[in-house]
């Protein structure tokens, strides 16, 4: 079954350049520990909240967007609100590979320290998890550009469930 994020009506009355659903695929996400799970479902909701996100040609939005891992890519299929395909995008992910092994490690890292670390050394981790997000996020917003407009938050929080997707426990 489908991981889903309901409609908030509101946001699809604003309609336009926005998603108001995004679903990870099941089949492409492993059950994972409480701590990327609840990364996973922060995510979904905050995208869903604020985003920016319209694919290139006419504004059919707002929009769903559904996320699966095939054949070691990304898929990223885009839906309007009556179910309808718009277009689906197919990523490589070897330019996100080294920033993704470095982002699970920091964050590995990350989840030890707020268990154990200081308030400084909690938030030196933090500020190194940061900066590795950001770089994932304006890679995925070079690697859409053509495709799809999105602002930089957008893509940070695209990366973060690219990463969920590529988790493997």
Do not use: W
């Not at 520990?33 to 995208?47: C, P, Q, T």
């Amino acid at each position: 079954m489908n991981k889903e994020v309901p409609v908030n009506e509101e946001q699809r009355q604003q309609g336009g350049e926005r998603l108001f659903e995004v679903v990870l695929d099941s089949d492409s996400i492993v059950r994972a520990d409480k701590d990327v799970e609840r990364e996973r479902k922060i995510a979904i909701f905050d995208l869903v909240e604020d985003n920016r996100f319209s694919p290139d040609g006419p504004d059919l939005g707002p929009y769903r967007l559904d996320l699966a891992m095939i054949r070691r890519k990304l898929v990223l299929g885009i839906r309007d609100e009556m179910g309808s395909e718009i277009a689906t995008h197919i990523l490589s992910l070897t330019p996100f590979r080294k920033i993704i092994k470095d982002y699970f490690i920091i964050c590995e890292s990350y989840y030890d320290a707020i268990r154990s670390a200081s308030p400084k050394q909690i938030e030196a981790i933090d500020m190194g998890r940061r900066g590795l997000h950001d770089d994932g996020a304006s890679i995925l917003e070079d690697r859409l550009k053509g495709k799809i407009t999105i602002d930089h938050q957008t893509a940070r929080r695209l990366f973060t469930l690219i990463c969920a997707l590529q988790h493997r426990g």
